[in-house]
């Protein structure tokens, strides 16, 4: 009874971390050796997902840029679904901006065509207010988060609230760390294909 009990405590710790975002309170300095004993365990297979998540919390709030994009290659490298949620939440959570391009022709719809026309086939979208505990990012300094205008993390999915742009997209994480997905133009026929790089 015990052991059961032990291992649903670990059982929710993992899918807490996976539904929460990391959140910093600030940015530590980490002594060379932890650095190097916490690595290990992010590149060891047999580590145990646990054991990873907790690794990669502290890798991921170093004052060290490279060890926090260590941190989350090495997240997104995992195969745990898990590990490879926070590390999406905490790239996203880094950046300052973000780009969204269309992946397909919009030919046939006179809402789309005049769309593109104004707004170009790439969207850039400059990252404001920023709050892990509701996974979300404001995308507009006139509101925080969550708010009308919004980019919000959920697992491995991610969804744009874009009202300027009469926008919605739903997109998801690939095995090549891109996000992709499609975005939906208020009164347009269909959606559209649409992409999010990460790596840029």
């Known amino acids: 009874m015990v052991i059961r009990t032990f291992i649903g405590m670990l059982v929710g710790l993992v899918s807490a971390a996976a539904n929460t975002a990391l959140a ?5 300095d980490i002594p060379a050796p932890r650095i190097e004993e ?10 145990s997902e646990l054991k990873q998540l907790l690794a ?11 060890v926090r994009k260590f941190a989350v290659d090495a997240g997104l490298a995992s195969k ?17 901006q973000i780009r969204l391009d269309l ?6 719809d006179t809402t789309m065509e005049n769309w593109v026309r104004s707004n170009g086939r790439s969207l850039a979208y ?3 207010a920023k709050d892990a505990s509701q996974n979300c990012i404001s995308i507009s300094a006139s ?11 959920d697992g491995l999915n991610v969804r744009i609230i874009d009202p300027r742009h009469y926008l919605t997209g739903t997109f998801a994480l690939q095995p090549d760390n891109s996000l992709r997905g499609t975005i939906l133009i208020t009164r347009a026929s269909r959606p559209v294909a649409a992409k999010i790089e990460l790596e840029k």
């Open 80 to 96: 745990s679904k898990s590990l490879r949620s926070q590390s999406l939440a905490a790239r996203l959570m880094q950046r300052d």
């Open 56 to 66: 990669f919390e502290e890798l991921a709030c170093s004052n060290r840029p490279a």
């Open 126 to 128: 400059k990252l404001y």
């Open 103 to 108: 992946l397909e022709e919009v030919k046939g």
């Open 24 to 28: 910093c309170e600030k940015l530590v």
């Open 143 to 153: 509101y925080k988060c969550p708010g009308t205008d919004m980019i919000v993390i």
């Open 38 to 47: 916490l690595m290990d365990v992010m590149k060891d297979a047999k580590s």
